[in-house]
């Protein structure tokens, strides 16, 4: 079973940055479909970015020009920074692969924008 493992979230000052990772195992990794997805407490899980096996990005509206994805396929692992972080940033943020009928999640990590 595909296993997906976030990490780097935290607490950061509005107007900051933060390096999401996640780390994949048990998979191709490179013929992946993968993404990172939120949800902010009452409100439903939405897409941020994903990148293609060949690299292709799209984004949220919410995340052009602030965030940016990016996969190194030796590693298993597709990243998101983010820059210019805002209040309504805050949320769980989770890693997904998606192959054909695939789709695993990770467990998730916490971000937090606050003063």
């Known amino acids: 079973q595909v296993q997906l493992v976030e990490s780097g979230g935290g607490l950061v000052q509005p107007g900051g940055s933060l390096r999401l990772s996640c780390a994949a195992s048990?998979?191709?990794?490179?013929?992946?479909?993968m993404g990172w997805y939120r949800q902010a407490p009452g409100k439903q899980r939405e897409l941020v970015a994903t990148i293609t096996s060949g690299g292709n990005t799209n984004y949220a509206d919410s995340a052009k020009g602030r965030f940016t994805i990016s996969r190194d396929d030796a590693k298993n692992t597709v990243n998101l920074q983010m820059n210019s972080l805002n209040p309504e940033d805050t949320a769980v943020y989770y890693c997904?692969?998606?192959?054909?009928?695939?789709?695993?999640w990770g467990q998730g990590t916490q971000v937090t924008v606050s003063s």
């Open positions: 048990r998979i191709i990794f490179n013929i992946y479909l």
């Open positions: 997904n692969a998606v192959y054909r009928s695939i789709s695993q």
